[in-house]
């Protein structure tokens, strides 16, 4: 059975300022849920163009972007935030396997991610459109959700989603190489996979036993070409 969290689809957060009563229920409720109530306070990461609220230990990150001209200053606190000019765009979701070596200076990305926990209250359910079509047009056949584990697969999100509408990653030697991952742009669903079966000329061969790494979540057809 999946967790039980509030509203389990995060999808109806986007679109909400930072301090909207509803985005702060539903954090304070998760963390409550996690056994983690000092998780609720985010770490700001502000840019001109993007604000991040890093919630390590839930495993999960909220970007916001600015509206109204509203460009912040990189380096601001919380309180420093105009809220009322920020609005929730995509959420990531974690899955970070611990590294079998310690990790160098060089994979500053690798260890960035590490700081996040693993999305604490898995399985959680991920809703899915029941109208979509194919390239021919026929409707797709589809679960109306995909109930996500923490070794949920390649091969599962495919069965459950259909084929991608766009995809890269995997190319260049299997050290250093950028993981595949997966985007279903009608569904503003992304999804990109760790673990050496993610890396390395036959990347994509291997793809289907993948396991998950983030999942971003964003307005469906937002990111169309």
Same mark, same amino acid.
């Given at each position: 059975?999946?967790?039980?969290?509030?509203?389990?689809?995060?999808?109806?957060?986007?679109?909400?300022?930072?301090?909207?009563?509803?985005?702060?229920?539903?954090?304070?409720?998760?963390?409550?849920?996690?056994?983690?109530?000092?998780?609720?306070?985010?770490?700001?990461?502000?840019?001109?163009?993007?604000?991040?609220?890093?919630?390590?230990?839930?495993g999960i990150s909220l970007l916001f972007i600015p509206t109204d001209r509203y460009k912040p200053? +990189?380096?601001?606190?919380?309180?420093?935030?105009?809220?009322?000019?920020?609005?929730?765009?995509?959420?990531?979701?974690?899955?970070?396997?611990?590294?079998?070596?310690?990790?160098?200076?060089? +994979?500053?990305?690798?260890?960035?991610?590490?700081?996040?926990?693993?999305?604490?209250?898995?399985?959680?359910?991920?809703?899915?459109?029941?109208?979509?079509?194919?390239?021919?047009?026929?409707?797709?056949?589809?679960?109306?959700?995909?109930?996500?584990?923490?070794? +949920?697969?390649?091969?599962?999100?495919?069965?459950?989603?259909?084929?991608?509408d766009r995809k890269g990653g995997g190319a260049g030697p299997s050290s250093g190489s950028i993981?595949?991952?997966?985007?279903?742009?009608?569904?503003?669903?992304?999804?990109?996979?760790?673990?050496?079966?993610?890396?390395?000329?036959?990347?994509?061969?291997?793809?289907?036993?993948?396991?998950?790494?983030t999942i971003t979540i964003f307005p469906p057809g937002s990111r169309d070409a």
């Amino acid at each position: 059975m999946a967790s039980t969290i509030p509203d389990n689809d995060i999808r109806h957060l986007l679109g909400l300022h930072p301090s909207d009563s509803q985005l702060k229920a539903y954090i304070s409720s998760f963390s409550l849920l996690a056994n983690k109530p000092e998780g609720a306070t985010p770490e700001v990461k502000s840019y001109s163009d993007a604000v991040y609220f890093n919630y390590f230990s839930l495993g999960i990150s909220l970007l916001f972007i600015p509206t109204d001209r509203y460009k912040p200053a +990189t380096g601001l606190k919380l309180h420093e935030l105009q809220d009322q000019h920020l609005v929730l765009d995509s959420i990531d979701i974690y899955n970070i396997s611990k590294p079998k070596a310690p990790v160098s200076k060089a +994979t500053s990305t690798r260890s960035s991610e590490l700081a996040f926990t693993t999305f604490p209250l898995l399985p959680f359910v991920l809703k899915i459109s029941l109208d979509m079509i194919d390239k021919e047009g026929k409707p797709l056949e589809r679960p109306p959700q995909l109930d996500v584990l923490a070794d +949920t697969s390649g091969k599962d999100f495919v069965n459950a989603l259909g084929e991608p509408d766009r995809k890269g990653g995997g190319a260049g030697p299997s050290s250093g190489s950028i993981g595949i991952w997966c985007e279903w742009s009608k569904d503003g669903i992304m999804v990109e996979f760790g673990g050496d079966e993610a890396k390395g000329p036959q990347a994509w061969e291997r793809g289907k036993d993948a396991i998950w790494k983030t999942i971003t979540i964003f307005p469906p057809g937002s990111r169309d070409a």
